[in-house]
């Protein structure tokens, strides 16, 4: 089991900038990509970005490529989501997520382990 816990949303202006900080516990050494995907009110779950554990390559949806960035601290197991430039349509739950395999990284049924999520406002 690989246990994930989420930090560092918040209320921020519109062109602010967050930190998200996602920390994992457990089986750690079966991690092979972590995601942070996000859900607003009333939508469906969308992939945000992820990085493969093993060789720190990085991928991003088109609507944060250039503000967000991804990041790892393998020594301490935990994944960054640096979001800068934010806009209103970033408001939403945004959840952290490990797959113990490679599958594609874009979809969510592929991540098996969660964290709570951690709610990120961003006012106009």
């Known amino acids: 089991q690989v246990q994930l816990v989420e930090s560092g949303g918040g209320l921020v202006q519109a062109g602010g900038s967050l930190r998200l900080s996602c920390a994992a516990s457990?089986?750690?050494?079966?991690?092979?990509?972590m995601g942070w995907f996000r859900q607003a009110p009333g939508k469906e779950r969308e992939f945000v970005g992820a990085?493969?554990?093993?060789?720190?390559?990085?991928y991003y949806a088109d609507s944060v490529k250039g503000r967000f960035t991804i990041s790892r601290d393998s020594a301490k197991s935990r994944v960054y989501l640096q979001m800068n430039g934010l806009k209103s349509e970033d408001t939403a739950v945004y959840y952290c997520?490990?797959?113990?395999?490679?599958?594609?990284?874009?979809?969510?049924?592929?991540?098996?382990?969660w964290g709570q999520g951690t709610q990120v406002t961003v006012s106009s």
């Open positions: 997520s490990a797959s113990e395999t490679l599958a594609p990284v874009r979809s969510w049924p592929g991540y098996r382990y």
């Open positions: 457990g089986r750690t050494f079966s991690i092979a990509n």
């Open positions: 990085i493969i554990w093993s060789t720190g390559s990085t």
